[in-house]
């Protein structure tokens, strides 16, 4: 099996591999995807009711023997129609589903998130997908942290909360999603692999695990 660390290792200039990453965020509306978006790829301080609004954000992330370069994709309004189409999740590697806490419609639709990624994505089970629950300040939230963790268990994937007042967690989730989605993608024969750049060439490689 190919591994690009190991090419990074054979590199005399110890140069990082850039592996290029598309994360889609979906999720009802109102449940503060653009806002966990922007507080991760602009900063807490760039949160503004007045910014201009935008469906991609590119983002770098360092790891210890290489770099994520993350594009991520908010549905910009589209969430309101019920169905994202296949463009939307063409190409992606990772996913995150959103639902309020405090909003116990927007939890009970994140069954029908799920199944609308699986009828529009070419390979689903490809896609590393998280459950994200957002919380707003201290008001009583609608669903309980045990209540969002078994479904997260019945969907067969992980599951974390945000708090838009502290920030807490916002950073770790979307580099704990990265590093998870660049392992997994390196230990299987997926079919939809991840394009691979080591700059010091400008020479732009697809890694597969199949060599």
């Given at each position: 099996m190919t591994d690009a660390s190991e090419e990074h290792d054979d590199n005399p200039n110890g140069v990082k591999?850039?592996?290029?990453?598309?994360?889609?965020?979906?999720g009802d509306l109102g449940v503060g995807k653009t806002t966990l978006v922007r507080s991760f790829a602009?900063?807490?301080?760039?949160r503004s009711i007045t910014a201009e609004p935008k469906s991609m954000w590119q983002k770098e992330i360092k790891m210890a023997s290489y770099i994520v370069s993350l594009s991520i994709w908010d549905t910009a309004g589209q969430e309101r129609y019920r169905s994202l189409t296949g463009s939307y999740y063409r190409g992606a590697h990772?996913?995150?589903?959103?639902f309020d806490v405090n909003c116990l419609d927007s939890f009970q639709n994140v069954?029908?998130?799920?199944?609308?990624?699986?009828?529009n994505s070419t390979n689903p089970e490809e896609i590393i997908k998280i459950l994200v629950g957002t919380k707003r300040g201290s008001s009583s939230r609608a669903v309980s942290l045990e209540r969002a963790e078994s479904l997260a268990d019945h969907l067969g994937v992980s599951?974390?909360?945000?708090n838009f007042g502290s920030q807490n967690n916002?950073?770790?989730?979307f580099e704990s999603l990265a590093d998870l989605t660049v392992?997994?993608?390196k230990e299987n024969n997926f079919h939809s692999n991840i394009p691979v750049e080591l700059p010091q060439y400008?020479?732009?490689k697809t890694y597969c695990s199949c060599g």
């Open positions: 591999p850039i592996y290029r990453l598309k994360c889609v965020v979906v602009e900063g807490p301080r760039t990772c996913c995150i589903v959103v069954k029908e998130w799920f199944q609308n990624m699986d009828e599951y974390k909360e945000v916002i950073r770790e989730l392992l997994v993608y400008q020479q732009k």
